[in-house]
């Protein structure tokens, strides 16, 4: 429908009288929204790496101070003999198994690197962002470890608990984030699971 305008028209600056009319309009509109949602789209791709990276930071920070200010096995009671922190090396995996297996570690985490980082292309998209959330996890404690290993060819440890006579496997930031982004991964399964029986 045709309308007179007393100001000037954006698309053919007539004072009289154009075409720009709703379809107008809408077409200008719509070009905002795309760009607004092409915008919010890059944030979270975006963010989903920043978390990554945070993990990266936080682990090495730790391990660097660990490695720098405490002699090997030296030990800070943090509450009395339950969580101390020691400063341990492991040439092994998370929680000290496979030792002495440096290039196999490197090769696997390489892979596994790769493989995160397109899961996590191919998932970001979705509404529920519990499961990316959990694949940044993974990939920056995979990644943390990594450096370790491509290093110094083993990994700085210093998280120990002890339950009475039963010490747990000392453990850093990096096995953290690898373990609760694989809890995550579990219950975003289980709640995907819920959902389709519904």
């Known amino acids: 429908m045709l309308r007179s305008i007393d100001a000037l028209c954006p698309l053919c600056y007539n004072k009289k009288s154009c ?3 709703a379809i107008g309009q809408n077409v200008v509109r719509s070009a905002a929204a795309s760009t607004g949602i092409e915008q919010t789209g890059w944030r979270m791709n975006v963010i989903y790496y920043v978390i990554a990276l945070v993990a990266i930071i936080i682990d090495q920070i730790s391990k660097y101070f660990v490695a720098t200010r405490m002699e090997l096995r030296e ?3 943090v509450i009395g003999d339950f969580f101390m922190i020691t400063s341990h090396r492991n040439q092994g995996a998370a929680f000290g198994i496979l030792q002495n297996q440096r290039w196999f570690f490197i090769v696997i985490t390489i892979a596994v690197v790769v493989a995160l980082v397109w899961y996590i292309q191919k998932v970001k998209s979705r509404p529920d962002k519990l499961l990316p959330v959990a694949l940044s996890l993974v990939l920056g404690g995979a990644i943390g470890n990594f ?3 491509a290093r110094m060819g083993e990994v700085v440890d210093f998280f120990q608990f002890n339950f009475g006579s039963y010490t747990f496997p000392i453990f850093n930031v990096a096995d953290s ?6 809890a995550l991964i579990i219950l975003d399964a289980i709640i995907d699971m819920r959902r389709e029986k519904k």
Do not use: A, E, F, K
């Open 19 to 21: 075409v720009y009319d």
């Open 75 to 77: 030990q800070i009671p």
């Open 147 to 149: 450096i370790d290993r």
């Open 177 to 182: 984030c690898i373990v609760v982004g694989v």
